[in-house]
């Protein structure tokens, strides 16, 4: 990848952040991390993030209701968003495409596929 990518993870899990913030350090991602939505979105347009990932239950707003409110504010129009939860059924990643998300990883992530992911929504 030519330029840098920008990442935002917005993840109330502290072992999520942890696995971000190591395997990304090392490809020269910058990464920015928030525990939840509220503190994310107020910083969102300063970062202009390529890629931003939601856990979908959080505290507060959970991750339906941040995409929507990005989304209607069109806060960063040009990011790919991706969904990502530990507690999914069948339906889930069919709810997530519907509701209009980039992309879905499930949890536990997988470290080795992390960045080829992110980078292959770009």
């Not at 072992?15 to 107020?42: G, I, M, P, Q």
């Not at 890629?51 to 990005?70: A, E, K, S, T, W």
């Amino acid at each position: 990848m030519s330029q840098q990518l920008k990442v935002v993870l917005v993840d109330d899990d502290p072992h999520t952040r942890n696995l971000f913030e190591l395997v990304l350090a090392h490809h020269n991602v910058v990464l920015n991390v928030y525990k939840d939505a509220e503190s994310a979105l107020s910083e969102l347009a300063y970062v202009a993030p390529d890629v931003v990932v939601i856990d979908l239950f959080l505290p507060g707003l959970d991750g339906y209701q941040m995409f929507d409110r990005i989304r209607k504010q069109a806060l960063i129009p040009d990011s790919r968003f991706v969904a990502t939860t530990a507690y999914y059924t069948n339906d889930t990643e069919q709810e997530i495409t519907k509701r209009g998300f980039d992309g879905y990883l499930s949890k536990p992530i997988d470290a080795k596929q992390l960045l080829p992911y992110l980078e292959s929504l770009l």
